[in-house]
């Protein structure tokens, strides 16, 4: 059972540069997000799906982009990365509802000189 | 807005004490309440789920609470082991079906 898959789990960038970070889930569920963790910060949304066709901005979204064409895939864009996007991403699904349990990915290592 | 705190921040206790740690949170408007391990550098991995009708989950050595209206969980953890340290993070989910987390207990159980 793969649950949620993060892909690369370690990528290195030179400022300004894009890249994009996949997120693939195959148990059907409907609420995807993307968070990143900093030393002291703790993990903060960045950018959340109910549903195909449908995202929102989480709580630090500026300098990423998202889009949800499946239900399945959830990709993150560094649209210009800057050595502040230096962290550890992660990628997490839930049903949609309310009740449901939150399952991550297992993270994907960014390093941004 | 839904603030979650974690307390202690840290804590260090000899093998075999049976330990609680503790989570807050502002907004009692909620689904459910999670618990999640994390290991250094790894992914979070999932412990509890407490819907926000229960009272208490139980797994193995592990028995978290929920008390909604003071805004207030405890993990309690039995019979402590080396391989319980790590991190654990308490989460909640709120009506507007977006996740909050807490900072996070260090924990480590020393042989």
């Known amino acids: 059972n793969a649950g949620v898959t993060q892909t690369p789990k370690f990528q290195v960038l030179k400022t300004g540069q894009s890249m994009t970070l996949q997120c693939a889930q195959d148990?059907?569920?409907?609420?995807m997000s993307w968070y990143r963790q900093d030393p002291g910060m703790g993990l903060r949304l960045i950018h959340y799906?109910?549903?195909?066709?449908?995202?929102d901005q989480g709580e630090v979204p500026n300098g990423y982009n998202v889009s949800r064409s499946t239900t399945e895939d959830f990709p993150l864009r560094l649209l210009s990365a800057a050595p502040s996007q230096t962290s550890v991403y992660f990628c997490?699904?839930?049903?949609?509802?309310?009740?449901?349990?939150?399952?991550f990915g297992e993270g994907s290592r960014l390093t941004v000189l | 807005k839904q603030e979650v705190t974690q307390i202690p921040a840290a804590l260090s206790v000899p093998e075999g004490e049976n330990l609680v740690l503790n989570c807050s949170f502002t907004?009692?408007?909620?689904?459910?309440l999670q618990w999640f391990r994390q290991d250094p550098g790894k992914g979070l991995t999932s412990l509890l789920l407490?819907?926000?009708?229960?009272r208490e989950q139980t797994s193995g050595r592990l028995n978290a609470s929920l008390d909604k209206s003071s805004g207030r969980s405890t993990l309690y953890i039995a019979a402590s082991q080396p391989g319980d340290s790590a991190t654990y993070l308490c989460?909640?989910?709120?009506?507007?079906?977006?996740?909050?987390f807490g900072p996070g207990t260090r924990l480590s159980v020393l042989p």
């Open positions: 997490a699904s839930s049903p949609s509802g309310g009740t449901g349990e939150l399952f």
């Open positions: 148990m059907n569920h409907e609420y």
């Open positions: 799906s109910v549903g195909a066709g449908i995202t």
């Open positions: 907004d009692s408007a909620i689904y459910n």
């Open positions: 407490i819907q926000s009708s229960q």
């Open positions: 989460a909640v989910r709120n009506y507007g079906q977006n996740f909050v």
